[in-house]
């Protein structure tokens, strides 16, 4: 099936730091890609729509100059969380829908867990 | 809008008893609904999907579903809980295809009970 990696798995940073997650599509392309934060024992939250070759599209209440989006390949979007805080610690996963061929759903990336201290 | 509720935020049962998960969904348009599955730190996994064909939807790992227009409903069941069912699991819709942004329900805990 389709598979969707995302790096790193884990980070740690210092407060007022800048870290940025990959999510890479790794046997098909995906000119769309969403980003999802997902806080403890919470569902997930969509933040953005991340469109190969154009500007992301952000959900409401989501800081776009914060959460910075680039989806500069047909199988790489990339989020970087800047001057992170503690309150930006949560689990951030992507997704990416499959192309047609009757997938008709999203696959999901295995997540990246963010601490910051 | 689009919107998903899960009655229960968590539910236990005993191994080899039915399982039951409830998703209700609101949507102004033919909806695509779904259900996946999330193990502790792990991403999700898609369990099974309903794009418009048959009302009831076999998925992965024994785990069915059956979309009831009437009562916008989706419900997940599974005849024999094992161990390894113990999971969170989330009701989702979208209005349309894969390209469509996906709004996920609060989520069910599910505790298999020995």
């Known amino acids: 099936g389709a598979v969707v990696s995302q790096h790193p798995s884990r980070v740690i940073c210092k407060s007022g730091t800048s870290v940025k997650i990959e999510c890479r599509s790794l046997?098909?392309?995906?000119?769309?890609m969403f980003w999802y934060r997902q806080f403890p024992k919470q569902s997930l939250m969509l933040m953005a729509t991340?469109?190969?070759?154009?500007?992301?599209?952000?959900e409401q209440g989501v800081e776009k100059d914060k959460f910075l989006i680039n989806h500069a390949s047909l199988t790489l979007s990339t989020l970087t969380v800047t001057s992170a805080h503690p309150e930006d610690s949560s689990f951030y996963l992507c997704?990416?829908?499959?192309?047609?061929?009757?997938?008709?759903?999203?696959?999901f990336g295995p997540g990246t867990r963010l601490l910051v201290l | 809008a689009q919107s998903v509720t899960q009655l229960g935020s968590h539910v236990s049962v005993s191994e080899g008893a039915l399982v039951l998960l409830r998703c209700n969904y609101s949507?102004?348009?033919?909806?695509?609904l779904f259900w996946y599955v999330q193990y502790p730190n792990q991403g999700l996994q898609l369990l099974l999907k309903?794009?418009?064909?048959?009302?009831l939807v076999k998925g992965i790992n024994g785990f069915e579903a059956e979309f009831k227009k009437s009562e916008t409903s989706f419900h997940l069941t599974k005849p024999s809980a094992h161990m390894s069912d113990a999971a969170e699991y989330f009701c989702?819709?979208?209005?349309?295809?894969?390209?469509?942004?996906?709004?996920f329900g609060p989520g069910t805990s599910l505790s298999v009970i020995p």
């Open positions: 949507s102004s348009v033919p909806p695509y």
């Open positions: 046997d098909f392309q995906a000119t769309t």
């Open positions: 991340s469109n190969e070759g154009s500007k992301a599209t952000y």
């Open positions: 309903y794009t418009s064909a048959a009302t």
């Open positions: 989702a819709v979208s209005e349309g295809t894969s390209y469509d942004k996906v709004i």
């Open positions: 997704s990416a829908p499959v192309p047609a061929g009757g997938a008709e759903a999203q696959y």
